[in-house]
């Protein structure tokens, strides 16, 4: 619609106006559009995106740009103006966490607190209580680390939030300026003159948070003084103003000057010129110029005004003029370029680095002229921000591998002899290197890159690692095997070859303890014999019953069974046995009824022989006995020869072969197994790869040695290569070099001693293995090169000028000085030369030559009254006593020789004389004696020292006690005047710990036991006892104090000792009642214990040492049985009970009939059953442990890993301990651990490093300087080990050496030289004193030569001053400097640190200039260890309704007000309470406190207490007063009665409170008055029982009921005591009767 509206005006105009106008309003039209085209679309942005692309400011951020209408739609983007198109893209900081490195938030200070309005509200004008509310800003920005250049805060927001940059704050009240009390009033002057006197404060605090300003420090007034007589109004006093401008003459005065003069005080008409090269017009560069000065002398009157001259002549008129010297300020030349920065990397550190210049001095300053600048100039540097700095190293401790273990470092400080044993063992000591090395980032990298390189320990930070540690070494044990086995049967090498014939026997023996660390390794574990028809298979037969051929009895048949079994015991099929006939029938025979009867045969007993020689052969025996006799008729019984047999057994030799071995050979690689080397993985220790190792096998034979190996048997043959771990080569490692230690940067003077510079590196590891070996160097040491040496240079002077004399034409003015002599200058060039007198420049010689030579001296020309003298002679020689003096002389020259008053020798000496100076010096000692230092406590270690062991710990040595050097007249002097060494020695013993020692052990005892687990004891035995903190012994036996025991668990094989026993004899008969000879009889044989170890195997032994509970029977009952009886064999063996004992179950036995009887006899029983009862004749069987044993060592071992072991052993359920070999067949559960590892703990001493080097000492020069040494503990002790001392460190004081220092004396009085007042000097002197540095010490002058250079800030030595004319305005002195307050809210300091003021009054001295002068200056400065004050006002006692009202600070100093008089009574302190309302009651006589209102300047003025008091109308009632509220009151013991309109009507007395107390002997005073003014501080504490009609209140009535009930109480409850206690009451003593004497108590 707009568009067309527009549109319709150019139509109507085109018809009324042409065409020129209608092109003209179009292209207007045009124009407008497109404006209203811009104005209705506009450029839309989004959020900017997050930065992406690479680390750092490589990253690019977008966001959307798009073009919309006002109206909110979005069109093209050619609708917006191109030009106003904001960007899409912009450059970023992509932030890593590697930054954070990198960058950091820098937060300033909090600045100062500034008010804010609370809650939105302006805060009214003295609301103010306590403080107000403020806030507080600090500036934060985010930083790059390295260049310090400032970054977005959002680089720094990825890592931590941005700090606050605002707080809340408090601003305390505005206080006031607080001032101090008046100080008295001055004296006025005794004159008539009129004057004033004045009195002074000072300021104490300054006004704080906008307080009202100090008031007037000084308060003057008029003296009262009596009328002057006419023309002696005023005082006259000579002013003298200060110096001028030092100027240079006139020429026409130089000219003046040039003439010659004759000087009246040389002989002869001699003519000198009189210093005119001093005005030289044209003079060298620098010369000192010497001018002239003056000043003015004026006189004044008392009331300030200027007078005659004349008004205050007097003898000597001052000196109005004096010779100067020009000043020239000191020249330097141009700025060095500066140097490059120090830091050259950087790691996040905030510091920056450094750079410096330096400009020289062309010449010095001359006269008052400006001394020399700072020479050199530091600055901050950074490298500019444009690349990064390299990371700066960072250092990390390192250490090398573990040394070998050591068990001798344990014993370094006990018995030597535990050197001696070579296979020490067990717990012991290994070492380490630990050194520091330097770590780097390697740039664009950021990973770490090591310099393996050592530096110096202290760069690195923490603790270093231990450089020992305990550790063990393996003891060695040897091989221990058990028992040989039996002799096997004798078997063909290979049962699988038929054809050969020959074969061994052969037995066995199994290791039972591995051997640890000995190349030995184990004896031969098979042994072997020859022999001959070797069986691999055999029958093994059993018989069956006997059956007769015919018949019940007679010959027959016994059939057999047999099993094919091969070597191993083992059934094997029949066919393998078939090489071997198999028996299968045995002819036996059964007895018939007239038969003798014989006994089947014994077992064969034991061999006699375990093998066969020519001397001796093995044999066995059986035998068999008759059991029954024939009857007639019946087959006989053999013979007796025919009842025994024997036969040969072990016929084997005695020699037997055995393979033996030689050790392994190192593993060495082999062609064949390197193929291997890919496939097999070795666990354990890093390897390279699978080697193979050899040995050598011999045949041996047990008598003779080695033979052929056709003795031994080839299939148990050892093997001659085993493969093995090849271990890597280690070679050695070591650090490079550290670097050159430095060579000193300073300059060296030419004649000092080389300086060597050294270096050194750390083994890291050992070689090993077949690896490179170490290097034999370690450390290095060389000169060091290139040392400067300090260049020379020296001032040299030139001759002194003439006297220069103030120009005549200025001296002319002054009356009387008209002659040219008195006091002048004379100057004299210095020059620099270098050591080849070649001329230097002036800054050289100050640097290298000492202080410059003075240019100026003061001098004097003689007018021609004075006495004039030759120079001093040299002083004579002194001899070499210390009583003796020496002389100079000098002489009378010219004129003054003939002159009287020159011959005066009191004023004027000729001679000199003084003490010579005396060499002889008094030694004093000084401090206390040093620890006992043992083994060269100055010595210095040596570098690379690594040793612990090298000092000596206790022993001889010396202790040190410094010494002070004093010469005759008492001045301290160094000390090698009195001793080389500056120390008294003395010798001194550290006493050396001994240790508890014992004997060696004592063999073993035998076993407790002989059957099953026992105990073995050993035992040492006390040799020294310890002392002076050596170990202590180990817990003694109680009942001998000198032993110690150790018993360890031992096992007896309860089978190592058996019965044996032999055949029964033959049936023994008694013939005498039998003549058939049978029936029962005796029989009897032999028992013997023998022993079954294998050495002494069938050995008889004594009886004692088998089990005596299992002996067996040596006789027992037998039949022999009679013809035609019945007979039966033996009885067997009792058939085997159950495992677990049952009553139901029974036990059997049987025997055959072994012959039929022929009567109807019967035979007797064949079986026999009994219960199985436990324990009677059933027993059960269970494993035992012992407990474990304590941890058992090696030999050689006292500490360490070791081994605990338990015993196992086989328990009967009756409790006897029976052979393993019991529990072993019923195969019962055997428990797994017998023993376990443990460690003994070792007893460590504690290990100390060497001995420092002794540090400097504390202080250069003086008392008290101490020189310390320290060591560090390397291993703590443990155990019982010698503790470590708590001593780390000695001390030792350093020799007294004198201190020289300037000492400046006080300033003196205000001088002015020849008046009374104006301007003048103070002076002070600069004085060399030598003293000792203590709190004490007393200084006394020496050389200045001996203190050096003057003091540049302290040589300020004359100041100028002022001493004011009657009638000036002037300031006082500085007031002394206030107590130190802070500002504190509630009782709490508001900041940390206090001020404190000082101040300066200004003094009137005439009442005429008292309006033009004006002025009073403060001082304030910060202070620290400030207190909180409280102010409060402080009252007199009133005195005629007035009192004195004063504030007084809390530490008692008045600070406003004035303070009563001298005869006023002194303030009593009663603090004053607050309420809401107002003030109820009066305190009579205090200070006043407001709490948390102290005002603006100390106290509060709304809480002032009152001076005046007033009543109206006027007290004037009987005892009443006006009180502090301005109201009448009553004294004490009166009460108010009091009108309807509150005025007082009277006053009543308060009946009961008369004293009681009073003396009926003397009661005058009884009713005295009291104070009224008393009556008034008690009376608001009074407590009024009547109301004011006189009538008790309700309270008293009250008060009464419950003190009866009270005193009821009490009686009741004493009544009840005492009825209780009566019946223990025992008779009372009898005592003394009590006399009462009666002395005029009321109340008695």
């Avoid at 020129?20 to 209705?40: I, K, N, P, W």
């Avoid at 017998?1234 to 080097?1253: E, F, I, K, M």
Wanted: charged share 20%; with cysteine.
């Amino acid at each position: 619609m707009l568009l067309q509206q527009n549109w319709v005006s150019p139509h109507w105009a085109w018809q009324s106006l042409g065409k020129s106008f209608l092109l003209f309003v179009f292209l207007l039209q045009t124009a407008d559009l497109e404006a209203r085209r811009g104005h209705q679309f506009v450029w839309k942005t989004g959020h900017w995106g997050r930065c992406i692309g690479d680390c750092g400011s490589g990253g690019v951020r977008s966001r959307a740009v798009w073009c919309t209408h006002v109206e909110g739609w979005t069109t093209f983007h050619a609708n917006c103006n191109q030009k106003d198109k904001p960007e899409n893209q912009r450059k970023c900081f992509k932030v890593c966490d590697w930054h954070l490195e990198l960058f950091e938030w820098e937060v300033s200070g909090w600045d100062r607190c500034g008010l804010v309005p609370f809650a939105g509200s302006e805060v009214e004008a003295g609301v103010c209580v306590t403080a107000q509310h403020g806030l507080q800003r600090r500036s934060i920005r985010c930083l790059q680390k390295l260049n310090r250049t400032v970054v977005a805060n959002e680089i720094c927001e990825y890592f931590t939030p941005q700090p606050p940059a605002e707080q809340a704050c408090l601003v305390p009240c505005p206080r006031d300026c607080i001032v101090s009390e008046f100080s008295g009033w001055s004296k006025c002057g005794t004159g008539c003159a009129k004057s004033l006197q004045h009195r002074t404060r000072a300021v104490i605090a300054p006004p704080l948070y906008g307080g009202a300003p100090c008031p007037n420090l000084t308060e003057s007034r008029a003296c009262s003084t009596p009328a002057c007589p006419l023309g002696e109004e005023h005082t006259y006093s000579l002013r003298v103003g200060s110096w001028g401008e030092c100027q240079l003459p006139h020429p026409k005065d130089i000219e003046l000057e040039g003439r010659t003069m004759l000087d009246l005080g040389l002989d002869s008409g001699e003519q000198i010129k009189s210093g005119i090269q001093g005005y030289k017009a044209h003079h060298r560069p620098r010369e000192v110029e010497i001018g002239y000065q003056t000043r003015q002398v004026r006189c004044v009157r008392s009331d300030g005004k200027n007078a005659a001259l004349s008004l205050c002549m007097q003898d000597s008129v001052p000196l109005t003029f004096k010779s100067c010297v020009i000043a020239k300020d000191c020249e330097t030349s141009e700025w060095s370029a500066w140097s490059p920065c120090s830091r050259t990397c950087s790691w996040g550190e905030l510091a920056p680095g450094f750079r410096s210049r330096r400009r020289g001095v062309q010449s010095v300053a001359v006269g008052t002229g400006k001394q020399c600048p700072e020479l050199e100039e530091r600055e901050a540097c950074n490298t500019g921000g444009k690349e990064l700095l390299q990371p700066c190293p960072r250092f990390a401790w390192r250490t090398s591998e573990w040394k070998a273990c050591q068990v001798s470092l344990l014993f370094d400080q006990q018995d030597s002899h535990h050197h001696k044993h070579a296979g020490l063992c067990g717990g012991g000591i290994q070492t380490r290197e630990v050194y520091c090395v330097q770590i780097t980032m390697e740039l664009g990298m950021h990973r770490l890159k090591e310099v393996t390189r050592p530096v110096d320990g202290k760069l690195c930070l923490g603790p270093a690692p231990s450089s020992s540690q305990l550790c063990d070494l393996p003891c060695l044990s040897e091989c221990i095997v058990s028992s040989w086995s039996v002799w096997g049967p004798c078997l063909p090498e290979n049962c699988q070859d038929h054809h050969g014939r020959r074969g061994f026997r052969m037995r066995q023996r199994q290791v039972t303890v591995d051997p640890v660390g000995t190349l030995a390794g184990c004896p031969h574990l098979i042994e072997s014999i020859p022999c001959e028809d070797p069986v691999c298979y055999e029958w093994i037969v059993s018989e069956g019953m006997c059956v007769t051929n015919h018949g019940k009895c007679g010959p027959g048949k016994r059939m057999l069974t047999a099993v094919c079994r091969n070597k191993k015991g083992e059934e094997v099929p029949h066919h393998l046995c078939s090489e071997v006939p198999r028996p299968e029938v045995m002819a036996c025979e059964i007895p018939c009824a007239a038969d003798c009867v014989i006994s089947e045969w014994s077992p064969w007993s034991l061999c006699s022989h375990s093998c066969s020689s020519k001397n001796a052969e093995g044999s066995q025996s059986r035998s068999r006995s008759i059991l029954a006799l024939p009857a007639e008729g019946g087959k006989a019984c053999p013979p007796d020869r025919a009842l025994q047999e024997h036969r040969a057994c072990n016929d084997h030799p005695c020699v037997h072969f055995f393979w033996e071995t030689s050790p392994w050979s190192s593993c060495s690689e082999d062609a064949l197994v390197t193929a291997l080397n890919g496939t097999i993985n070795w666990s354990g220790e890093a390897t390279c790869g699978v080697g193979v190792q050899t040995r050598k096998v011999f045949c041996m034979k047990s008598s003779s040695g080695q033979v052929t190996p056709k003795r031994c048997p080839e299939s148990i043959r050892p093997e001659t290569v085993r493969p093995c771990l090849l271990l890597c080569k280690k070679d050695c490692i070591v650090t490079p070099f550290s670097e050159w230690t430095r060579c000193p940067t300073a300059c060296q003077p030419g004649n000092a001693t080389a300086v060597k510079q050294s270096r050194y590196r750390i083994i890291v590891q050992d070689a090993a293995n077949g690896g490179q070996a170490c290097p034999d160097t370690l450390y290095e040491e060389r000169e060091c090169e290139d040392i400067p040496i300090c260049p020379v240079y020296r001032w040299k002077t030139h001759r002194w000028s003439h006297c220069v004399l103030v120009p005549a034409s200025v001296r002319q003015a002054v009356p009387g000085h008209n002659e040219a002599c008195g006091h002048g200058l004379q100057s004299r060039a210095v020059t620099c030369l270098s050591e080849h007198n070649s001329s230097a420049n002036v800054g050289d010689c100050m640097q290298w030559a000492g202080a410059m030579p003075s240019l100026v001296q003061e001098c004097l020309v003689p007018c021609k009254d004075d006495c004039t003298f030759t120079p001093w002679s040299k002083f004579t020689a002194c001899s070499s006593d210390c009583e003796s003096t020496r002389t100079r002389r000098r002489s009378l020259t010219g004129r003054s020789r003939k002159r009287d008053k020159c011959q005066n020798t009191e004023l004027y000496p000729q001679v000199e004389t003084e003490l010579c100076p005396c060499e002889v010096f008094t030694s004093q000692p000084h401090g206390n004696w040093s620890d006992c230092i043992i083994g060269g406590g100055t010595s210095e270690p040596q570098l690379g020292a690594r040793s612990h062991r090298d000092a000596k710990e206790c022993g001889e040595g010396v202790r040190l006690r410094a010494i002070a050097c004093y010469d005759k007249t008492g001045r301290l002097v160094e000390p090698s005047h009195c001793s080389s060494s500056g120390y008294i020695e003395e010798s001194c013993t550290v006493p050396c710990p001994f240790d508890c020692k014992l004997s060696d052990w004592s063999s073993w005892s035998p076993c407790s036991s002989s059957c099953g687990p026992g105990v073995k004891v050993r035992s040492k035995w006390l040799k020294e006892k310890p002392y002076n903190g050596g170990r202590p012994c180990p817990k003694l036996d109680l009942k001998n104090q000198a032993q110690v025991y150790e018993a360890v668990p031992c096992y007896t094989e309860c089978n190592q000792y058996s019965w044996v026993v032999e055949p029964w004899s033959p049936c023994k008969i008694n013939s005498e009642q039998n003549s058939l000879h049978c029936g029962e009889g005796i029989q009897t044989r032999k028992v013997r214990c023998v022993s079954t170890a294998e050495d002494h195997g069938g050995e008889t032994v004594p009886n004692v040492l088998c089990n005596q509970t299992e002996i067996p029977d040596t006789m027992q009952k037998c039949s022999l049985y009679c013809p035609s009886e019945c007979a039966v064999s033996d009885w067997g063996q009792w058939s085997k009970c159950p495992q677990a004992c049952d009553p139901t179950v029974m036990q059997t036995r049987t025997r055959q009939v072994l012959r039929s009887s022929v009567s109807t006899k019967p035979c007797p029983e064949v079986s026999q059953m009994k219960p199985c009862i436990l324990n009677q004749n059933c027993f059960q069987y269970q494993y035992n442990l012992t407990g474990w044993s304590g941890c058992q060592l090696g030999a050689n071992a006292t500490c360490g890993h070791g081994e605990r072991r338990r015993l196992l052993s086989c328990q009967r359920s009756d409790g006897a301990i029976v052979s393993t070999q019991l529990c072993q067949r019923l195969r019962l559960e055997k428990p797994v651990q017998l023993s376990s590892r443990c460690v003994v703990g070792c007893t460590v001493d504690c290990r100390l490093s060497a001995w420092s080097a002794w540090s400097q000492c504390s202080h250069t020069c003086g008392a008290g300087g101490q020189m310390v040494r320290g060591r560090s503990v390397v291993l703590q002790a443990a155990g019982e080990g010698r503790p470590c001392p708590e001593q780390l460190t000695q001390h030792r004081s350093c020799p007294v050496k004198p201190c020289y220092s300037w000492q400046l004396g006080p300033w003196s009085p205000c001088r002015v030289q020849g008046g009374q007042c104006g301007d003048g000097l103070q002076v002070r002197n600069l004085t060399c004193v030598v003293h000792d540095a203590s709190v004490s010490a007393t200084s006394k002058p020496v050389e200045n030569a001996l203190c050096g250079e003057l003091p540049l800030k302290e040589s300020v030595l004359q100041l100028p001053c002022s001493v004011p004319c009657p009638g000036d305005c002037h300031l006082t002195e500085w007031s002394e400097w206030s107590s130190c307050e802070l500002t504190c809210i509630h009782g709490r300091s508001f900041e940390t640190t206090g001020r404190q003021s000082r101040s300066r009054a200004f003094i009137v001295q005439h009442p005429e200039n008292q309006e033009s002068c004006s002025g009073q200056v403060m001082e304030t400065q910060p202070c620290s260890g400030g207190k909180c004050y409280d102010y409060l006002w402080k009252t007199s006692l009133w005195r005629d309704n007035v009192r004195t009202v004063w504030c007084q600070r809390s530490d008692g100093m008045n600070v406003t007000g004035t303070h009563h008089s001298n005869w006023e009574i002194p303030a009593v302190a009663v603090t004053y309470k607050f309420c809401q309302c107002r003030m109820e009651k009066e305190i009579h006589g205090q200070h006043f406190e407001a709490p948390g209102e102290i005002d603006k300047g100390g106290c509060a003025l709304r809480t002032k207490p009152a001076e005046v008091r007033h009543c109206s109308p006027a007290c004037r009632k009987p005892f009443s007063y006006c009180t502090q509220r301005g109201v009448c009151g009553c004294e004490r013991g009166y009460t108010e009665i009091m009108r309807s309109n509150g005025v007082l009507d009277y006053c009543m007395k308060v009946p009961g409170l008369e004293d009681k107390k009073a003396d009926v002997k003397t009661i005058a005073g009884k009713n005295k008055p009291v104070n009224s003014k008393m009556h008034d501080i008690f009376k608001g504490w009074s407590i009024q029982p009547f109301n004011p009609d006189g009538k008790l209140k309700m309270w008293v009535y009250g008060v009464s009921a419950g003190g009866f009930l009270i005193i009821v109480f009490l009686i009741f409850t004493s009544y009840l005591m005492c009825k209780k206690t009566k019946p223990h009451q025992s008779t009372p003593p009898q005592q003394k009767p009590l006399t009462l004497a009666y002395d005029g108590d009321i109340d008695m």
